[in-house]
């Protein structure tokens, strides 16, 4: 799996708050998607959230021999 991870913020308690979210996120599509830890994730997920806080987008491709 090859996972990017962009985030854009102004402060440590911003970039905190990304990384609290951006676990939430992975949990809530995980849960979603019926995947176990061990899985990985189906081709080309995205996860975004933009607030006050700043913006964050997490990419997941799976690595294509």
């Known amino acids: ?6 985030i854009e913020c102004e402060t440590i308690a ?7 979210e951006l676990r939430a ?11 176990t830890p ?3 994730f ?3 997920v995205d996860l975004y959230d933009d607030n006050c806080y700043g913006t ?3 990419t997941i491709k799976l690595e294509r021999p």
């Open 56 to 58: 964050h987008n997490v």
């Open 14 to 20: 911003d970039f905190y708050s990304h990384l609290t």
């Open 1 to 6: 799996m090859n996972i990017t991870i962009e």
């Open 42 to 44: 189906p081709p080309d």
């Open 38 to 40: 061990v899985d990985e």
């Open 25 to 35: 996120q992975i949990k809530r599509q995980a849960r979603k998607l019926k995947l």
